[in-house]
């Protein structure tokens, strides 16, 4: 008999397994909202011509090898991930104040993150917002911080619920870290105003918490890379410390090819120093060192201004075609007359919207109209087209009716 004879079948993920279940479903009509991967009009995956520039670019560069990498990555792709972040003209980086890592996307990036406090921190608690993404209770708890939540969403007005997240940050022992998303929260598409930003910032920082960004959705909240990147410069502004997580997977859809940074913004630059030499012990026994092609590819991309304006191009016309699908949606289900209030979809930022229906609603518009997306009802506007929304529209008037 095997020696693994009695181990359980685990569970399929929470989200990659909407895919699972959607693959496994016949019928011609089928359409996966569950992942949260950009799709065209025609309902296919994306390849940014800037990418494949960029790639062009590296194949016919016959100096290129594939040598191992530095255990924290790419040099040239570090600086510019952490300018891209944190502006051209960041007083951070001018005074060398910040310590960057290439890891492996933004799941990889908090993981080395959460494995950096774990080790080095006094206080190990993280406070991640309630609902988050599904990955980040896991990540932090396998990295051996405890996690605790702090209120985030109002499911009576669909928005946020600041009251709440004001008191719970406020009630945080000293020292404990604090995850936010920089924009477009995942999965509620609700994210505080400048305002509220610079009101969490002033008890963030009176509290002595440790902020922690995950930045997974850069340029393509807004279509501006600047504009989603304010939160986090208002906290660097202060002289502050934070932790950043960025992905390139969404912004440059380089989802498989593992492409992100962990940014260690510090006092001073012989902190930073020492804690870069701490982020190598880290890194080192876990994969050694990051892979070289997605991150080049990034680098040609941010390094070179023409390719770097042709991106800005064509992620803003990633983020135009979303909101341009919550509009559709919105009037698709106005038109057909459908209770309640669906203003929430227009107003919600980013890839997804936090829909409100409840998982027998899901359940419903799986099994009746072979729509899949995750049981909480979060949908992936990026995977809707002008074809497919009455559709969409047609199931969520049949659930909620
Ligand atoms: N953080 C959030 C909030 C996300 O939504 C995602 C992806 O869905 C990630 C992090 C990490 O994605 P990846 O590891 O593919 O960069």
Known sequence: DSVFAAIAQAPEDPILGVTV?????????????????????????????????????????????????PIIGLAEFNKLTAKLILGDDSPAIQESR???????????????????LAKHYHQRTIYIPQP??????????????????YRYYEPTTRGLHFQGLLEDLGAAP??????LHACAHNPTGVDPTVEQWEQIRQLIRSKGLLPFFDSAYQGFASGSLDA?????RMFVADGGECFIAQSYAKNMGLYGERVGALSIVC????????VESQLKLVIRPMYSNPPIHGASIAATILKNSDMYNEWKIELKAMADRIISMRKQLFDALRARGTPGDWSHIIKQIGMFTFTGLNSDQV???????????????????AGLSSKTAPHLADAIHAAVT
């Not at 910040?98 to 950096?116: I, K, N, Y």
């Not at 989603?228 to 986090?232: F, G, P, T």
Request: glycine fraction near 8%.
């Open 174 to 179: 000293a020292g404990s870290i604090v995850l």
């Open 363 to 381: 359940a419903f518009m799986t099994k009746k109209y072979h729509i899949y997306m995750t049981s909480d009802g979060r949908i992936s506007m």
């Open 21 to 69: 279940a959607y693959n496994k479903d016949s019928s011609p009509i089928k359409l996966n909202l569950g992942v949260g991967a950009y799709r065209t009009e025609e309902g296919k995956p994306l390849v940014l011509n800037v990418v494949r520039k960029a790639e062009q670019l590296l194949v016919n560069d016959l100096s290129r090898v594939k040598e191992y990498l």
């Open 228 to 232: 989603d990147a304010q939160s986090v």
């Open 98 to 116: 910040v310590a960057t890592a290439q890891c492996l996307s933004g799941t990889g990036s908090l993981r080395v993150g959460a494995e950096f």
């Open 132 to 149: 988050t993404w599904g990955n980040h209770l896991k990540v932090f708890t396998m990295a051996g911080l405890s996690v605790k939540t």
């Open 267 to 274: 006092k001073a630059a012989d902190v930073a120093s020492r």
